[in-house]
């Protein structure tokens, strides 16, 4: 295939299809080629025309000659680090302003999301079509379905029912695309819907019982929640998929969701700088996407940490936006990363391929472990505050980024504050306020919330800050 990205989406799908079955050389092959052809396009920002390193004879620098980036770099540094000349950080700001936008074309062209993630450093992606298509593709090609016959006729999903269950006040990532998808087949908007998280438990519970989708993507601590509102027979659905990301799912809650709801559910790694990076296999193994994003796990000094071992941070490179280059982003997440065949019982050491045929390597992904906050409710029911629903309200209601959410009893939070956060008596009763409405929301009742200012916020055991620490978990 050529790199011009704007062959078309019947070569791309192709492309994809066969390299979704070539063996680790083939993979190889066009990542060098995609590599190549991200650094000649990224030539045409400023920034990357001065970070490009130098190499004898005009030939490519390998990757690792590349510094590290990350999202402070990228915001300091916005408009000369984008090729497309027209693009202005006022006006992507005030695009990114306005909710109703979410899922249309900044400029006409390009698609924009905001994301903090646990770093808690905002910044803003643009995308071009050509990576879309990409992310389209992959979604389309390699998602595995529990139910293969029906993605047979229906790669897109178009004649499913679908729930997103997540932060849909902003142009974020996941919100964008459904977004996105909606406004380009509008005759299968009726059957996808966004849904808040913010919203009371049963005002949820009462659209998702109207809704009745037959797929329900969120993250695993809602779904896990939902979960137990099946089980109490709240909540009614006959769901065929259960689809997850964006958070740590443990077996035991996989098992709870899949039982809870009577189908299978399938997990997904994904992020604001490449959206599918990884999917869930048969095998239950995380397949990375490897022909279009490349993962360095590192350690705390930069450097390459063997296959299986736990890194320190990843770094990213997305092989197929070429509006915004991506280049060794670092994106915070602990991962361990191996090639599909030798690992444990689900590989083939001899082929080097997983059981499931794929010889993508696979990825573990630790971290964004925060926690579910199950505080007092009215008559003594105990209500659950999601993690994410938390983290929202003080990031796009109260406009703080750099905090700790702790519970100290069953009836009281503390806020820390860390030093980026703005810690003034106004700004402190905004964040009190804003968690205080949405716990009320949720059915809370006599919440007591506090807050102080520190002057460095606790790492955790897994060397990332916990933002969100439930009651008995206090030590983390
Ligand atoms: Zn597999």
Same mark, same amino acid.
């Given at each position: 295939?050529?790199?011009?990205?704007?062959?078309?989406?019947?070569?791309?799908?192709?492309?994809?299809?066969?390299?979704?079955?070539?063996?680790?050389?083939?993979?190889?092959?066009?990542?060098?080629?995609?590599?190549?052809?991200?650094?000649?396009?990224?030539?045409?920002?400023?920034?990357?025309?001065?970070?490009?390193?130098?190499?004898?004879?005009?030939?490519?620098?390998?990757?690792? %000659?590349?510094?590290?980036?990350?999202?402070?770099?990228?915001?300091?540094?916005?408009?000369?680090? #984008?090729?497309?000349?027209?693009?202005?950080?006022?006006?992507?700001?005030?695009?990114?302003?306005?909710?109703?936008?979410?899922?249309?074309?900044?400029?006409?062209?390009?698609?924009?999301?905001?994301?903090?993630?646990?770093?808690?450093?905002?910044?803003?992606? #643009?995308?071009?079509?050509?990576?879309?298509?990409?992310?389209?593709?992959?979604?389309?090609?390699?998602? %595995?379905?529990?139910?293969?016959?029906?993605?047979?006729?229906?790669?897109?999903?178009?004649?499913?029912?679908?729930?997103?269950?997540? +932060?849909?006040?902003?142009?974020?990532?996941?919100?964008?695309? #459904?977004?996105?998808?909606?406004?380009?087949?509008?005759?299968?908007?009726?059957?996808?819907?966004?849904?808040?998280?913010?919203?009371?438990?049963?005002?949820?519970?009462? +659209?998702?019982?109207?809704?009745?989708?037959?797929?329900?993507?969120?993250?695993?601590?809602?779904?896990?929640?939902?979960?137990?509102?099946?089980?109490?027979?709240?909540?009614?659905?006959?769901?065929?998929?259960?689809?997850?990301?964006?958070?740590?799912?443990?077996?035991?809650?996989?098992?709870?969701?899949?039982?809870?709801?009577?189908?299978?559910?399938?997990?997904?790694?994904?992020? /604001?700088?490449?959206?599918?990076?990884?999917?869930?296999?048969?095998?239950?193994?995380?397949?990375?996407?490897? %022909?279009?994003?490349?993962?360095?796990?590192?350690?705390?000094?930069?450097?390459?940490?063997?296959?299986?071992?736990?890194?320190?941070?990843?770094?990213?490179?997305?092989?197929?936006?070429?509006?915004?280059?991506?280049?060794?982003?670092?994106?915070?997440?602990?991962?361990?990363?191996?090639?599909?065949?030798? +690992?444990?019982?689900?590989?083939?050491?001899?082929?080097?391929?997983?059981?499931?045929?794929?010889?993508?390597?696979?990825?573990?992904?630790?971290?964004?472990?925060?926690?579910?906050?199950?505080?007092?409710?009215?008559?003594?029911?105990?209500?659950?505050?999601?993690?994410?629903?938390?983290?929202?309200?003080?990031? %796009?209601?109260?406009?703080?980024?750099?905090?700790?959410?702790?519970?100290?009893?069953?009836?009281?939070?503390?806020?820390?504050?860390?030093?980026?956060?703005?810690?003034?008596?106004? /700004?402190?009763?905004?964040?009190?306020?804003?968690?205080?409405?949405? +716990?009320?929301?949720?059915?809370?009742?006599?919440?007591?919330? /506090?807050?102080?200012?520190?002057?460095?916020?606790?790492?955790?055991?897994?060397?990332?800050?916990?933002?969100?620490?439930?009651?008995?978990?206090?030590?983390?």
């Amino acid at each position: 295939m050529s790199d011009d990205l704007a062959a078309g989406s019947l070569a791309l799908t192709l492309d994809i299809t066969a390299a979704s079955r070539a063996d680790a050389a083939g993979i190889a092959e066009r990542q060098s080629r995609r590599l190549a052809a991200l650094f000649r396009a990224a030539s045409a920002a400023p920034r990357y025309r001065a970070l490009a390193p130098v190499s004898p004879h005009g030939a490519v620098a390998p990757l690792t %000659d590349w510094p590290i980036t990350g999202k402070r770099e990228l915001m300091r540094d916005f408009e000369a680090a #984008v090729t497309d000349p027209e693009i202005r950080l006022t006006t992507l700001r005030e695009f990114i302003g306005v909710p109703e936008r979410a899922g249309s074309p900044y400029l006409g062209r390009h698609w924009a999301w905001e994301s903090s993630g646990s770093t808690g450093e905002p910044a803003l992606y #643009v995308h071009d079509a050509a990576a879309m298509a990409v992310y389209d593709a992959l979604e389309a090609t390699r998602r %595995d379905s529990p139910r293969p016959w029906q993605r047979c006729f229906d790669p897109l999903f178009l004649g499913e029912r679908f729930a997103f269950v997540g +932060a849909t006040g902003g142009h974020f990532a996941s919100h964008v695309s #459904v977004q996105r998808l909606r406004r380009h087949w509008p005759w299968a908007a009726g059957g996808w819907q966004c849904l808040s998280i913010l919203q009371p438990l049963a005002a949820l519970v009462a +659209a998702l019982n109207t809704l009745q989708p037959t797929i329900l993507a969120t993250y695993p601590t809602a779904a896990a929640l939902l979960a137990d509102e099946a089980r109490a027979g709240r909540l009614t659905l006959r769901l065929q998929e259960v689809w997850t990301g964006g958070e740590t799912l443990g077996a035991g809650v996989r098992e709870f969701i899949e039982h809870a709801f009577g189908c299978a559910l399938r997990n997904s790694y994904g992020a /604001s700088e490449f959206l599918p990076i990884a999917w869930e296999c048969a095998a239950h193994r995380l397949h990375v996407n490897a %022909d279009w994003v490349l993962l360095e796990p590192v350690d705390a000094h930069g450097r390459a940490v063997p296959p299986g071992r736990l890194s320190h941070t990843t770094l990213l490179t997305n092989l197929a936006n070429r509006v915004q280059p991506i280049i060794r982003f670092d994106i915070g997440d602990r991962i361990s990363l191996e090639a599909a065949g030798p +690992a444990g019982a689900a590989g083939d050491a001899g082929t080097g391929r997983c059981a499931c045929g794929s010889a993508l390597p696979v990825v573990q992904v630790q971290g964004r472990r925060d926690d579910t906050l199950v505080v007092r409710g009215r008559h003594g029911r105990p209500v659950a505050l999601l993690p994410l629903a938390l983290t929202t309200v003080l990031e %796009d209601e109260a406009g703080t980024f750099d905090f700790q959410l702790l519970q100290t009893a069953a009836d009281a939070l503390q806020l820390v504050l860390g030093p980026q956060a703005a810690r003034g008596a106004r /700004s402190r009763e905004r964040c009190r306020r804003a968690l205080a409405d949405f +716990a009320a929301r949720q059915g809370a009742e006599g919440l007591r919330i /506090s807050t102080r200012a520190q002057r460095a916020l606790p790492l955790g055991r897994s060397g990332k800050r916990k933002r969100i620490v439930a009651l008995a978990q206090k030590g983390c």
